[in-house]
């Protein structure tokens, strides 16, 4: 179930990516991305936890959670309520264009790190999910590329987020940089699905 | 001669008051306060004595020793104290009459620790913690709230809001389950104490009770009743962040039949087996209906009581 569950979405990317013909209307890509975001959100928390178990202690203890640590390089989901309220479409689709454009960035990067790790082999399923994930997060940014062409606004610079010196090289710190990265991808897609909501409201009015 | 009378009548008065500074100011200079705790002890010293003798005065009645009052020529100890005890002590020279030093005693006990609850009642606009002390301090009694998000720098409440026993954080953080911590400190002459709050807001969520709520029966359908509602005023955003429902009813003075149902839209229909019930056992019968709004999976919930004939 869930593998065919895993190759309709990626079904629906490669439709959504290669859809070269008659674009979508805006009001149905919006649909449609919140349906992928759906799907999203059970593996996002899925990764998650298959990371922190595949770490070892004390990643793996129950209730592990360090929430005020983040990642320079990483934008976190985290903004007021009424500054939310207030951005405007084309705000909102380019902080999310730019949030899951540096995911993919250090999802790469985490999947290097359990390659320096040596745990490439033992954690063949984390690879997996991993490896699917970025792919869905190319679609998803796929979608969002199209929506912003749709209203006319132009893609967020991404810059060069990965340089050498901020990457520290202990084993501890690559295993706690996989573990923010994991845990702000299932904050962001919490935070996605809201904003899709809120564009659904404002595309059926 | 009313001249004289009145610069007479005017000398008088500068004269009495010349002496009423200079009275003034041997009796009324050393004043001092002092807090004590009831049912403890306390030491009252003497200041600038002369080379007379020393005697202590509550309140003009001259103290002696007892097991529980310890007097010597500069310090008056009192174990054990009690409220009836409190006054105006008085060390002074009794020959000549002349007052060293007056000594408010005041007593009460040092604050309890502070009692804090945090809630949201109109997430996501805001968060508002309220707090009261444990016990009556019966002493002047100062209260510190400050609170900081995450790690982020600390931000103090006012002293007037701090008063009042209730504060309101706004721009809550979305998206991102940081915990915010929150600390009262309750401060008096005897003492403080301090309650630390640590919650994530999504955690402490209780939307009000739902508004507008109406029974009206179902034409073609006498089984049934429509149970109608809103979401409550305060809720900011209910097409955003969506409240659930839960109904319970259940024929009145028998918790036996109670029927539970989920809701997410504002009205349902609900299936009056319980009015099947009423119907075979009394001509007219009550019906107690149950209505809470919830978020999430919590248990924290408000609810309204419909009473239905």
């Known amino acids: 179930m869930q593998d065919l569950r895993g190759i309709l979405s990626l079904l629906l990317i490669q439709l959504l990516g290669h859809s070269q013909g008659a674009p979508i209307a805006v009001p149905t890509l919006i649909g449609q991305t919140h349906d992928l975001l759906l799907l999203l959100q059970e593996k996002a928390s899925a990764l998650l936890s298959t990371y922190l178990t595949a770490m070892g202690l004390p990643f793996s203890e129950p209730g592990f959670s360090l929430p005020d640590m983040t990642l320079i390089g990483l934008p976190s989901p985290s903004i007021g309520y009424l500054a939310w309220r207030r951005l405007t479409d084309g705000q909102r689709l380019s902080e999310n264009y730019r949030a899951y454009s540096l995911q993919l960035e250090y999802l790469q990067l985490v999947l290097d790190d359990l390659q320096a790790l040596g745990l490439g082999q033992s954690s063949g399923k984390l690879t997996e999910q991993l490896t699917t994930c970025r792919t869905q997060i190319q679609g998803l940014l796929a979608n969002l590329r199209s929506l912003l062409e749709a209203l006319a606004q132009p893609l967020p610079a991404i810059g060069e987020p990965l340089d050498s010196k901020a990457y520290g090289t202990s ?5 706690l940089r996989g573990y923010i990265v994991c845990r702000e991808y299932v904050r962001w897609i919490d935070r996605t699905l809201r904003d899709f909501a809120l564009l659904s409201d404002s595309a059926s009015t | 001669m009313y001249l004289k009378l009145t610069v007479i009548l005017g000398s008088v008065i500068m004269l009495l008051h010349i002496i009423d500074i200079t009275v003034g100011q041997a009796i009324g200079d050393d004043v001092v306060t002092q807090y004590g705790q009831i049912g403890a002890s306390v030491t009252l010293t003497c200041g600038n004595i002369d080379n007379g003798a020393v005697e202590w005065q509550l309140n003009d009645s001259k103290i002696i020793q007892t097991r529980n009052v310890e007097l010597t020529r500069t310090k008056l100890t009192l174990f054990n104290i009690d409220v009836s005890q409190e006054g105006q002590y008085r060390c002074r020279n009794p020959e000549s009459g002349r007052t060293y030093r007056t000594i408010s005693l005041m007593l009460g006990y040092p604050p309890g620790k502070p009692q804090v609850t945090c809630r949201s009642v109109r997430y996501p606009l805001n968060v508002v913690c309220l707090w009261k002390l444990e016990n009556q301090t019966y002493l002047p009694t100062w209260i510190n709230v400050s609170y900081r998000y995450g790690t982020e720098d600390v931000k103090q409440c006012s002293a ?18 940081i915990s915010y911590t929150v600390k009262v400190t309750a401060t008096n002459p005897l003492g403080s104490r301090s309650t630390i709050t640590q919650f994530i807001v999504e955690k402490i969520i209780k939307p009000d009770p739902p508004t507008e709520v109406s029974v009206s029966p179902i034409p073609n359908q006498p089984k049934k009743l429509l149970l109608q509602w809103k979401p409550p005023a305060t809720w900011p955003d209910p097409s955003l962040f969506l409240l659930k429902y839960r109904i319970m009813y259940w024929p009145e003075g028998s918790t ?8 997410s839209k504002q009205f349902a229909s609900v299936v009056a087996f319980v009015l099947m019930l009423c119907d075979l056992h009394q001509p007219t019968c009550r019906v107690r209906f149950l209505l809470g709004a919830y978020v999430f999976t919590q248990r924290l919930r408000s609810t309204i009581k419909l009473v239905i004939s």
Not at chain 1, 171 to 175: A, I, T, V
């Open chain 1, 171 to 175: 084993d501890f710190e690559r295993k």
């Open chain 2, 160 to 177: 007037e809001e701090a008063l009042q026993g209730k504060y309101t954080i706004e721009r809550i953080q979305l998206f991102s389950k």
């Open chain 2, 256 to 263: 036996r039949y109670q029927m539970e149902e989920d809701c």
